[in-house]
């Protein structure tokens, strides 16, 4: 089978020089074709991924799209297999590729994806949510429907559990994307498509032994924004809602203060390094669990003036969020 790569990519920066030697450094299974969908990059970005063998297919920065532009690159590509990547996501090995495609041999595989391992200088708090999720092991794991079930008779935790995937590093059949194309979605395609694969009796596979390095260095409160768009999804696709009241926000960040600032303290790190990762982990968790609160709501369907709000928040949270 033909397997295509797409990344969208934009200001990648120093990092992309990683991903692209852990691109061309696999071996045995390679990719046929390399495809770049590039939201106007100024810095480079476009002539190191042109050096690596890429296409690099231009778009305007307003057209950007998290499952409209990833369409926009699988229907420019040939592959039977469509791998998904972000332009700061490291390949670990030289047979990574191989390992992703393996689950393939089911035929009724759509998608596959992959462990995560975060960078060296994770805050601490991410490093362990990153090594824990989805916490399936280093081997495969499918995930299908069980028998004679429908996906909405399961809870909202467990509709999530089945549908997880992350196009942080993925592959799709295409026959499969044909069907579930991913946009447009300005977030959460990765498990939209998921969600509709499942229902269709498909099977989503978790290759664990394959993995990427990829973490991101944000700020307490750009991690509260990105909590609020993925709640704000999660509601309207599974009607999962972490923290339903105001009362537990308030127990949800007292009890998740505590258990995270254990956490640090356990860790026992320097003095000036564990008070930085401290208040670092105060505020994240504020922020983690209102982006949790507010984000139930928005995509709950207020109705009235609650409405307007929450369409103006989202708009104001989503701004910088890639």
């Known amino acids: 089978m033909r397997i295509s790569l797409v990344i969208p990519t934009y200001n990648a920066g120093p990092l992309l020089d990683d991903v692209l030697q852990g691109i061309l450094a696999l071996s045995g299974t390679t990719f ?63 047979d990574w590729l191989a390992k992703m495609v393996l689950p393939f041999a089911d035929p009724k595989v759509a998608g596959v994806w992959c462990r995560q391992i975060p960078r060296p200088k994770c805050q601490q708090v991410l490093d362990r949510r990153i090594r824990s999720w989805p916490g399936w092991g280093t081997g495969v794991t499918l995930k299908c429907l069980p028998e004679g079930k429908q996906l909405e008779e399961l809870s909202g935790f467990d509709q999530l559990m089945t549908c997880a995937f992350d196009n942080v590093a993925s592959a799709l059949r295409r026959t499969a994307w044909a069907q579930f194309p991913l946009g ?40 509260g924004k990105r909590t609020f768009c993925d709640h704000r ?10 923290i339903p009241t105001r009362e537990a926000l308030r127990i949800g960040i007292e009890h998740g203060t505590k258990e995270h600032l254990d ?20 505020d994240y968790v504020r922020w983690q669990c209102w982006g949790q609160y507010l984000g139930a709501k928005a995509g709950s369907k207020p109705r009235g003036w609650r409405r307007v709000f929450y369409n103006w928040l989202g708009t104001r949270l989503e701004r910088g969020i890639g």
């Open 32 to 94: 046929d074709e390399l495809i770049a969908i590039d939201s106007g990059s100024c810095d480079g970005t476009i002539e190191k991924c042109q050096q690596a063998g890429f296409r690099v297919v231009p778009i305007d920065k307003r057209e950007f799209d998290h499952g409209g532009t990833r369409d926009r690159g699988i229907a420019l590509s040939t592959g039977d297999l469509i791998v998904l990547m972000v332009q700061d996501a490291t390949p670990q090995g030289s």
């Open 184 to 223: 447009p979605r300005r977030f959460g395609e990765d498990v939209w498509f998921g969600k509709r694969a499942i229902e269709a009796g498909f099977t989503l596979a978790h290759q664990g032994a394959a993995c990427v390095i990829h973490s991101h260095d944000r700020s307490a409160w750009a991690e």
């Open 233 to 242: 999804n999660l509601v309207g696709l599974f009607g999962l809602v972490s």
């Open 263 to 282: 956490y640090v303290r356990s860790l026992k790190l320097p003095a000036e390094q564990e008070a930085a990762a401290l208040q670092w982990t105060r």
